[in-house]
């Protein structure tokens, strides 16, 4: 049973259980450590704003680094950002992208998981994850197997199926970009998709890129339109009415808003205004 303490933001925990059905997750007592050019870090006290609109202060922060780019933190948007994925972990998982193990962690907490499996590719980031995040001392650290490969190479399907036992995964997690909804993002997951048929996968950032999908195709972030954009982009994101709400609210929190068709832009409006023309 995970220790309670290791939840973090309970009050915004408990709103996005209520909201969405789904809430956050225990985190790891992180220690800074170093192992090549890879380091995690503890910075201190400061306001932060979420994946979900708002702000809290953390008391205090650590911080993924490789050389001078910030890869993971613990910070509530890496929290909020993973959460409906820790949610969606059941049977055996793969996790693409060990990070600070924060997303392992949780779902090896997780009574209905049986296996987390971890493709890396940095051998450097898995002795650090081990030493900052106290791999060795888990609650049923026994769940996880850490494999050394690219989530993105040819022998995918023959690391992974060898560390599950040969069983098909239950979910996918794909998280290799140090950047938020990176473009390559859903190309990326399908190409895994294809290789290890897991029953259902999602990728960091997932909200933001179907967000985005919406605004281009000028259609509402609802269960319909996700199974869409689940089928265009080949991954089998799991639909229901909750996570479309959550993908709706960090969609209005995070993404510049869009004119309506017809309208003119802010900065249009503005100038207008400036100029004295008004904009109606
Ligand atoms: C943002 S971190 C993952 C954070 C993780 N979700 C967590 O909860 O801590 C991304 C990780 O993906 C790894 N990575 C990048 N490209 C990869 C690839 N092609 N195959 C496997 N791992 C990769 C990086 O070394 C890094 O450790």
Redesign the pocket.
């Known amino acids: 049973m995970a220790d309670p303490s290791l939840l973090p933001h309970p009050a915004r925990h408990q709103a996005m259980l209520a909201r969405y059905g789904f809430g956050l997750f225990p985190v790891p007592r992180y220690q800074d450590a170093a192992v090549g050019s ?1 380091r995690v870090a503890r910075y201190g006290r400061g306001p932060v704003e979420g994946y979900l609109p708002g702000a809290v202060l953390e008391p205090e922060r650590h911080v ?1 680094h ?1 050389g001078r780019t910030a ?2 933190s613990t910070s509530l948007m ?1 929290l909020e950002s ?1 959460a409906f994925h820790v949610h969606q972990a059941v049977g055996v998982v793969v ?12 779902a090896v907490q997780r009574p209905e998981v049986l296996r987390v499996v971890v ?4 051998k450097e ?1 898995i002795a650090v ?1 081990r030493a900052a ?1 106290g791999m060795d001392r888990w609650p049923r650290g026994d769940k996880v197997r850490i494999v050394q ?5 040819s022998r995918l399907a023959d690391l992974v199926l060898d560390a599950t036992g040969g069983r098909r995964p239950d979910y996918l ?1 794909a ?4 950047e938020l909804a990176a473009p390559q993002a859903p190309d ?1 997951t399908a190409r895994m998709v294809l290789a290890l048929q897991p029953k259902a996968a999602g990728w ?1 950032g997932q909200e933001l890129s179907f967000g985005r999908w919406c605004q281009e195709h000028g259609q509402p972030a609802e269960p319909a339109t996700l199974q869409a954009y689940a089928q265009e982009t080949g991954v089998p994101i799991p639909v229901s009415a909750g996570y479309a709400a959550f993908c709706r609210d960090v969609a209005a929190a995070r993404l510049p808003r869009r004119p309506a068709a017809g309208q003119p832009s802010g900065w249009r409006r503005l100038w207008a205004r400036l100029r004295g023309a008004g904009s109606g």
Request: proline content about 0%; charged content about 15%.
């Open positions: 890879w993924l490789h890869w993971m890496e993973h996790v693409a992208g060990l990070g600070m193990a924060m997303y392992a962690h949780a493709v890396e590719q940095a980031v994850a995040a490969g690219d989530a993105l190479g997690y998280d290799i970009w140090a990326d960091w």
